[in-house]
């Protein structure tokens, strides 16, 4: 079985601030991660992926992801915060074992950048 | 560029219409999802397709159907609409590696009324 928490519903950050958005997963073998942004009334678009490798992911807008395994996370990070950053984020995973066609979303979370 | 598009942005719909969602994607992509987005409940998967003809359920298939005739195409259809199922219904697709993320359309908005 496969599951992914968010556990923080919103996150609230000052511009030019780093940010985090956190992760967990769990996973009988080896996952693949996935982060994923929503704007208001928009489908969900790629950020990032971990495969394997190296466990700093970087993506697009300036994002990265560091995969810990000792931690199961895969938390997202930005050094600067941009208003235009605001948006749904939402992390998903696949068991890379089971070979699933099925990722599991975690619930998002909500990112607010203040000016 | 890449594209999932879906048939409708907005759509309202009564009580008891059948109602279809079309969802079309120009990557030949051999899988094709359908999501419904509640606040606070994220994402639930209603249908996959791994195929075409080929359909498995989701978490919450109950009150919807799916088609899927063709590969670029996927459809998804309310037999018959309850307010319950006033929400927010995106439409993904991906390749069938497990390593490969997916892509998705803009959404449809139903509200039945």
């Known amino acids: 079985a496969q599951s992914v928490a968010q556990p923080e519903d919103q996150v609230n950050v000052a511009e030019g601030n780093p940010l985090t958005v956190k992760c967990t997963y769990s996973?009988?073998?080896?996952?693949?991660l996935f982060w994923y942004v929503q704007y208001p009334n928009r489908g969900l678009q790629f950020l990032l992926k971990y495969i394997t490798g190296d466990n700093l992911v970087k993506g697009s807008y300036g994002f990265e992801a560091e995969f810990n395994k000792s931690q199961t996370s895969f938390h997202l990070k930005k050094p600067s915060a941009l208003v235009s950053d605001s948006a749904l984020y939402f992390c998903a995973v696949r068991d890379a074992s089971g070979g699933s066609y099925i990722p599991t979303f975690g619930r998002g979370t909500s990112l607010i950048v203040h000016p | 560029d890449v594209k999932v598009t879906q048939s409708s942005r907005y759509l309202v719909k009564r009580t008891g219409e059948k109602v279809f969602l079309e969802c079309v994607q120009d990557m030949d992509h051999e899988n094709m999802f359908w999501y419904r987005q509640d606040p606070g409940l994220g994402l639930r998967l209603i249908y996959f397709?791994?195929?075409?003809?080929?359909?498995e359920k989701g978490d919450i298939p109950e009150g919807y159907s799916v088609s899927r005739e063709k590969k670029e195409r996927f459809s998804l259809i309310l037999e018959s609409a309850s307010t319950n199922q006033t929400s927010m219904y995106l439409c993904?697709?991906?390749?069938?590696?497990?390593?490969?993320?997916?892509?998705f359309g803009p959404g449809t908005r139903l509200t039945v009324l």
């Open positions: 397709s791994y195929d075409v003809k080929m359909k």
């Open positions: 996973v009988s073998g080896n996952p693949y």
């Open positions: 993904a697709s991906g390749r069938t590696h497990p390593n490969n993320e997916q892509f």
